[in-house]
């Protein structure tokens, strides 16, 4: 795995990667958010003949279209294959701007600048790259490590507080998975307070040393997408609707159903699934689901990349900080959880 750089000033190791890395033209991609409140603290050490493109910020346009504008403009721009592409985003755009990368003339050599929690410590790590497509969340994509990985604390600055709570359901689920300690240190009543730079190296070491066990998601990797299979339906449901979530907003409703069915399928302890869905109570609230959102969500879940022909496979917790993966789910048993979650009281 290609090195991370954690970094309190981007442009000053910003402009050391760019010092080693000998490239023919370089092209940097923002959204309009990084454009306005990102770019600023790093454009200074950018050449003068780089090419700039932005796009519309936003999961609704992580798309092939949105790719073919983008691989319009680098054909424009004349990249050739010893180009440097350089993402400052969020995942969205790390994800789409890391696949344009990788498939323009069989690929280029791209740099990841997260700018979001969220970013930081998910999609900073782990080389997955795609789009959506049809509906389905991350269905076209490719395996790809960047050149590096900047991580600048400054960038935080400029997040508004639901994109911050947003984040915290990855270091969540981090400690859920891997680390009962951490999880168990993690502040729920106070976490808009909490002193990020810490609790970004620690996540990020947990998932870092899940990826290189196992690079391809042929086993252990699986235990990331805990809380994702449902999660991930209730985020593509949503998605352009009134009821729109955020990416960790739909992540914490599908770890309280997720470890409901860790409680049933694997003798999670109800003292802890008490545990985990206060703790996501507290930060993130209750979310209202009608009987006729089930049947879609239902049908989302179905689509999920770890199912294996039409067995549904989820990541599940047998105690807080151990998870296991490849336990077969149901449609009904799926239906059950949600309905657990519905019944909830709203903190």
Same mark, same amino acid.
Request: one cysteine or more.
């Given at each position: 795995? =290609?090195?991370?750089?954690?970094s309190e000033k981007a442009?000053?190791?910003?402009?050391?990667?760019?010092?080693?890395?000998?490239?023919?033209?370089?092209?940097?991609?923002?959204?309009?958010n990084t454009k306005q409140?990102? #770019?600023?603290?790093?454009?200074?050490?950018?050449?003068?003949?780089?090419?700039?493109?932005?796009?519309?910020?936003?999961?609704?346009?992580?798309?092939?279209?949105?790719?073919?504008?983008?691989? !319009?403009?680098?054909?424009?721009?004349?990249?050739?294959?010893?180009?440097?592409?350089?993402?400052?985003?969020? !995942?969205?755009? !790390?994800?789409?701007?890391?696949?344009?990368?990788?498939?323009?003339?069989?690929?280029?050599?791209?740099?990841?600048?997260?700018?979001?929690?969220?970013?930081?410590?998910?999609?900073?790590?782990?080389?997955?790259?795609?789009?959506?497509?049809?509906?389905?969340? $991350?269905?076209?994509?490719?395996?790809?490590?960047?050149?590096?990985?900047?991580?600048?604390?400054?960038?935080?600055?400029?997040?508004?507080?639901?994109?911050?709570?947003?984040?915290?359901?990855?270091?969540?689920?981090?400690?859920?998975?891997?680390?009962?300690?951490?999880?168990?240190?993690?502040?729920? +009543?106070?976490?808009?307070?909490?002193?990020?730079?810490?609790?970004?190296?620690?996540?990020?070491?947990? =998932?870092?040393?899940?990826?290189?066990?196992?690079?391809?998601?042929?086993?252990?990797?699986?235990?990331? $997408?805990? !809380?994702?299979?449902?999660?991930?339906?209730?985020?593509?449901?949503? #998605? +352009?609707?009134?009821?729109?979530?955020?990416?960790?907003?739909?992540?914490?409703?599908?770890?309280?159903?997720?470890?409901?069915?860790?409680?049933?399928?694997?003798?999670?302890?109800?003292?802890?699934?008490?545990?985990?869905?206060?703790?996501?109570?507290?930060?993130?609230?209750?979310?209202?689901?009608?009987?006729?959102?089930?049947?879609?969500?239902?049908?989302?879940?179905?689509? +999920?990349?770890?199912?294996?022909? =039409?067995?549904?496979?989820?990541?599940?917790?047998?105690?807080?900080?151990?998870?296991?993966? $490849?336990?077969?789910?149901?449609?009904?048993?799926?239906?059950?959880?949600?309905?657990?979650?519905?019944?909830?009281?709203?903190?």
């Amino acid at each position: 795995m =290609k090195p991370i750089i954690f970094s309190e000033k981007a442009s000053v190791d910003l402009t050391a990667v760019l010092s080693e890395i000998r490239y023919s033209s370089l092209f940097i991609l923002t959204d309009e958010n990084t454009k306005q409140h990102c #770019l600023p603290l790093v454009e200074e050490v950018f050449p003068s003949n780089s090419t700039f493109y932005t796009i519309e910020a936003g999961e609704k346009n992580k798309s092939i279209a949105t790719c073919m504008q983008i691989w !319009g403009a680098m054909t424009d721009a004349q990249l050739d294959r010893k180009a440097l592409f350089l993402n400052i985003g969020g !995942g969205v755009l !790390g994800d789409m701007g890391g696949f344009c990368a990788s498939i323009y003339k069989r690929g280029i050599r791209f740099i990841n600048m997260p700018t979001t929690l969220l970013s930081q410590v998910d999609a900073s790590v782990g080389g997955k790259l795609g789009v959506d497509f049809e509906g389905l969340k $991350n269905h076209l994509g490719v395996f790809n490590e960047p050149e590096t990985v900047i991580v600048a604390s400054e960038f935080l600055k400029s997040l508004p507080e639901n994109e911050i709570r947003s984040g915290y359901a990855e270091i969540i689920k981090h400690g859920l998975i891997k680390d009962r300690a951490y999880f168990e240190s993690l502040d729920f +009543d106070n976490w808009a307070n909490s002193y990020w730079t810490p609790l970004i190296h620690h996540s990020v070491g947990i =998932k870092k040393a899940v990826v290189e066990e196992d690079p391809k998601e042929a086993g252990l990797r699986k235990i990331l $997408n805990f !809380g994702h299979t449902i999660g991930h339906a209730f985020e593509t449901y949503f #998605l +352009d609707g009134p009821r729109h979530l955020l990416h960790g907003e739909a992540i914490a409703v599908g770890m309280i159903c997720e470890a409901w069915l860790s409680h049933r399928k694997l003798d999670l302890s109800m003292a802890e699934l008490k545990q985990i869905q206060g703790a996501l109570l507290k930060v993130y609230g209750k979310i209202e689901i009608q009987e006729s959102d089930l049947a879609p969500v239902l049908d989302f879940c179905l689509q +999920d990349k770890k199912n294996e022909g =039409k067995e549904l496979m989820f990541s599940l917790l047998s105690t807080i900080g151990e998870c296991t993966y $490849n336990i077969p789910v149901t449609r009904e048993e799926i239906r059950e959880a949600i309905h657990y979650y519905q019944n909830l009281s709203h903190s």
